[in-house]
């Protein structure tokens, strides 16, 4: 069974940081776009950013560009989400996913993590 399990959510203070990791099950990771999502109590899960499979082509919701960065290490398995300089509004939860289609759209990706809960107080 493919796993995605994210960690490194927590609370912070307004303008602090916090670096989310995605470790995956994935055999052939490299080959998958992978993104990150986020939900908030009420709302639709939404995409923050994605990364291509070569790395070489990233995508950012406007609200979180010059903020957010999203970066992956394929030998690892691994996607990243630096999120500095956090606002109460990034409050949410997290999700990895992965996508062997690639796109912006979540209805494309075909794996979830659980989520890991970000909470940014003011």
């Known amino acids: 069974q493919v796993q995605l399990v994210e960690s490194g959510g927590g609370l912070v203070q307004a303008g602090g940081s916090l670096r989310l990791s995605c470790t995956t099950s994935?055999?052939?990771?490299?080959?998958?776009?992978m993104g990150w999502f986020r939900q908030a109590p009420g709302k639709e899960r939404e995409l923050v950013a994605f990364?291509?499979?070569?790395?070489?082509?990233?995508y950012y919701e406007d609200s979180v560009k010059g903020r957010f960065t999203i970066s992956r290490d394929n030998a690892k398995n691994t996607v990243y989400l630096q999120m500095n300089s956090l606002k109460p509004e990034d409050t949410a939860v997290y999700y990895c996913a992965a996508s062997y289609s690639g796109s912006r759209y979540k209805d494309d990706y075909d794996y979830w993590g659980q989520g890991t809960q970000v909470t940014v107080s003011s």
């Open positions: 994935l055999r052939t990771f490299s080959i998958y776009t």
């Open positions: 990364i291509g499979w070569s790395g070489g082509s990233t």
